[in-house]
């Protein structure tokens, strides 16, 4: 399975950017897609998880900003996030694994996510 993030890039404070993930190799409809994040400096946390059954998770940080969507016909997850402030700032990669959203939930459990892909860059200017 390969994960290719994209939509990245350098943006103002309370500009939107959106996101998207393509998987191949397989179909994985029954795994979650969601999205990490990690900044210079930091761990990596959750940001928001689409289950197979369409349950939806985000961090507590970005909750009533950033809205994930899935297109399974098309093996792609979207983040999309608005009012972007500087804290936002970070690499952020897409992950799958059938438990995506235990996973996200619990950082220790994160190590364990079967399927990675690389991170697209979002930086945020005040």
């Known amino acids: 399975v390969q994960l290719q993030a994209s939509g990245g890039g350098l943006v103002q404070a309370g500009s939107s950017l959106r996101l998207s993930c393509a998987a191949s190799?397989?179909?994985?409809?029954?795994?979650?897609l969601g999205w990490f994040r990690q900044a210079p400096g930091k761990e990596r946390e959750s940001v928001a998880v689409?289950?197979?059954?369409?349950?939806?998770y985000y961090a507590d940080f970005v909750k009533g900003r950033f809205t994930i969507s899935r297109d399974n016909a098309k093996n792609t997850v979207y983040l999309q996030m608005n009012s972007l402030t500087p804290e936002d700032t970070a690499n952020y990669y897409c992950?799958?694994?059938?438990?995506?959203?235990?996973?996200?939930?619990?950082?220790?459990?994160?190590?364990?996510?079967?399927?990675w892909g690389q991170g697209t860059q979002v930086t945020v200017s005040s």
């Open positions: 190799g397989r179909t994985l409809s029954n795994y979650g």
């Open positions: 689409f289950t197979g059954s369409s349950t939806t």
């Open positions: 992950a799958a694994d059938p438990l995506l959203i235990t996973r996200a939930r619990y950082p220790s459990l994160s190590r364990e996510i079967a399927y």
